[in-house]
């Protein structure tokens, strides 16, 4: 087994290779000065099973055609097989039509890394899962539920939780968390009026007096996290804590976070955190790497790896 690894996330490479006790490959990973991507992978990849580490967070583009050439370089290196472990799906919210005349890029993506030479995908907690079938190889969607839920039975009495979705589109998700901690299931319904923005109409279900766990894939502007917290304070929550697996936070968003009434925010380290979010008083990183590693691990030993879930 080899494990390669972009730059998109190095310090998560990094542990999952400590994780597997595997050194990371030796590959250089460049720009000429127009800044076109040169790889260079400088070890004997022949015949081996090799996983490149590489989210497609921001910058997205660079960071996929850094995956992109990887895979190129692998391909034409003789790997027996190339592994492309995502632990986020850059454009997976593109995953259908909103209007006429509006591309599925998520489709797209899936097939140039296909097409590149990618023989099976590895990500996590994506989208939407019916993504899984954009991809024309084996893919293994991995949950970061369980690392969710053993940090929140350290952290709260569960006795006294909501587990809440931000949104309708989130109910199975949230679902999926309440029902491992056994605990009761609100919704917020939301109505969002442009892009970006969120408007919070009402909350389904009754959160006086309890902590509350708001469950999402993915918080970008923060604006539907905060909106829902309010939202939820306004119904008598004791308080309101975000359990997030991508943290995108994109423009002012932490800044956003940090004069919110969220008591915390948790991402995993899925997308590198900046300096701003390791800064922030209110947001938490867990780490990702040991159930990624896990699954690297079985996917290379032949062995289940949805039994990590159940």
Not at 67 to 81: G, K, M, P, Q, V
Not at 165 to 182: E, F, T
């Amino acid at each position: 087994m080899k494990l390669v690894a972009g730059n998109s996330n190095r310090p998560l490479a990094e542990a999952i290779a400590s994780y597997l006790d595997t050194p990371l490959t030796k590959c250089i990973v460049r720009r000429f000065a127009d800044m076109e991507i040169f790889v260079e992978v400088q070890e004997n990849v022949r015949g081996e099973d090799v996983f490149v580490i590489q989210s497609t967070s921001a910058p997205a583009n660079d960071h996929l055609m850094e995956l992109l050439i990887i895979i190129d370089a692998l391909r034409r290196a003789s790997a027996r097989r190339i592994t492309a472990v995502l632990p986020y799906f850059g454009y997976a919210r593109q995953d259908r039509k909103p209007g006429p005349r509006t591309p599925i890029s998520a489709k797209l993506v899936a097939n140039m890394i296909v097409r590149a030479g990618a023989d099976r995908v590895l990500t996590l907690d994506l989208h939407a899962g019916q993504i899984q079938g954009y991809f024309d190889i084996p893919t293994d969607n991995l949950f970061a539920a369980p690392v969710m839920v053993q940090d929140i039975r350290e952290t709260f009495d569960v006795n006294n939780l909501m587990v809440v979705s931000p949104d309708v589109g989130g109910v199975v998700r949230a679902r999926g968390l309440a029902k491992r901690i056994d605990a009761p299931l609100s919704i917020v319904d939301k109505r969002r009026e442009n892009p970006g923005e969120s408007e919070v109409m009402n909350v389904i279900g009754d959160v006086s007096g309890r902590n509350c766990i708001l469950v999402d894939d993915i918080v970008d502007s923060g604006g539907t996290l905060i909106n829902a917290a309010d939202a939820l304070l306004e119904k008598g929550a004791t308080s309101v804590t975000a359990y997030i697996t991508h943290g995108v936070l994109s423009g002012g968003a932490v800044s956003r976070v940090i004069g919110s009434k969220l008591k915390e925010l948790v991402l995993t380290d899925s997308i590198q955190p900046t300096e701003a979010v390791k800064n922030a008083h209110n947001i938490r990183i867990l780490q990702i790497a040991p159930l990624l590693g896990e699954a690297v691990a079985r996917t290379a030993d032949e062995k289940s790896v949805s039994s990590l879930f159940y």
